[in-house]
């Protein structure tokens, strides 16, 4: 856990970070009831704000304390230090759940037992794109493949779901799948 943590904190002081709130969370956040939500990977809060200012209850998880300490004190925000690929959700707990660049398979099937009733799930992450873009390789362990995503929340009602080629905070073409869906 020590060098995730240490690796991670370094990556927020070496890389520029998105500082504004995700647009597709910022587009769908009216499918969700206000309620409890958490915010998986929640960096330095952008969207953790974001929520705690449309008044919901955030879990904003990381494993970053550098990251964590940037997200604001709130009586609305309980920051969760801890490593997610330890980290276990508590069922049937959230209103929404985001997750936004960042995958961990582990936790796919703990995020559909997390959703209340009518629960939403925003997430979005990275898709391997290599040999499209000429990007340096990364551990494939964390980028989705074609149509994965949709088919790891099957189950539930999918709202919105597409893969495309975006543009990363670097000017690199990459690609993106993006998925809103909420539990029946």
Request: with cysteine.
């Amino acid at each position: 856990m020590q060098e995730d943590k240490q690796r991670w904190n370094e990556r927020y002081l070496d890389n520029p970070m998105p500082q504004n709130v995700s647009p597709l969370l910022e587009k769908y956040i009216a499918h969700a009831k206000v309620g409890q939500a958490a915010d998986i990977a929640c960096g330095t809060g952008r969207n953790t704000h974001y929520l705690a200012d449309m008044g919901f209850l955030v879990d904003a998880i990381d494993i970053s304390d550098y990251a964590l300490e940037r997200v604001k004190k709130s009586s609305t925000i309980k920051k969760i230090d801890t490593d997610l690929d330890k980290y276990n959700l508590t069922p049937n707990k959230y209103d929404l759940i985001v997750n936004i660049n960042y995958l961990n398979r582990r936790l796919v099937s703990q995020m559909k037992e997390a959703l209340r009733s009518g629960g939403v799930l925003v997430f979005e992450t990275f898709i391997v794109a290599h040999g499209d873009f000429n990007l340096p390789t990364t551990n494939l362990d964390y980028l989705l493949r074609k149509n994965e995503l949709l088919h790891s929340f099957i189950g539930l009602d999918v709202i919105y779901y597409e893969e495309k080629i975006d543009i990363n905070l670097k000017g690199e073409k990459i690609k993106v799948a993006s998925l809103v869906a909420k539990k029946a």
